[in-house]
């Protein structure tokens, strides 16, 4: 199974953004529109999440957040078929179908994405 990349990226409240991309290992026999489709169902909105509770790295600043303005939630972009294998900001050792378990996990642990400062994985 080739690895795939998990993007997303942050946007702060004067529209600055910053993407990223999680490199996995392989799909974990999963097909990348069955995963897809799982990861939209459980995020808010489609697209929303918070990555300290399922253990990937937050895009927020620590030097300009502003909890005026800021939130805690990133944005889910997509999927892809990783072109090398060193494709991705940061590399994780779960496969895809792991990483989806973890995200649908921490939804209902959640009970939505609600902010929580304490990571759940």
Same mark, same amino acid.
């Given at each position: 199974?080739?690895?795939?990349?998990f993007?997303?990226?942050? %946007?702060?409240?004067?529209?600055f953004?910053?993407?990223?991309s999680?490199?996995?290992?392989d799909?974990?026999?999963i097909?990348?529109?069955?995963a897809?489709?799982?990861?939209?169902?459980?995020l808010?909105a489609?697209?929303?999440?918070?990555?300290e509770?399922?253990?990937?790295?937050?895009?927020t600043?620590?030097?300009?957040?502003?909890?005026?303005?800021d939130g805690?939630?990133?944005?889910? $972009?997509?999927l892809?078929?990783?072109?090398?294998?060193?494709?991705?900001s940061?590399?994780?050792? %779960?496969?895809? $179908?792991?990483?989806?378990?973890?995200?649908?996990?921490a939804d209902?642990?959640t009970?939505?994405?609600?902010?929580d400062?304490t990571?759940?994985?």
């Open positions: 199974m080739p690895p795939v990349t993007l997303y990226m942050y %946007r702060d409240g004067e529209n953004k910053q993407s990223y999680l490199l996995l290992p799909t974990g026999n097909t990348l529109q069955e897809d489709q799982r990861i939209q169902s459980a808010l489609n697209t929303e999440f918070i990555p509770h399922i253990g990937i790295t937050s895009l600043p620590d030097d300009d957040f502003d909890p005026d303005i805690p939630w990133h944005e889910y $972009l997509g892809e078929i990783a072109a090398t294998p060193t494709d991705g940061e590399s994780d050792t %779960r496969n895809l $179908l792991q990483l989806v378990e973890d995200i649908e996990q209902r642990a009970g939505g994405w609600e902010h400062p990571p759940q994985l």
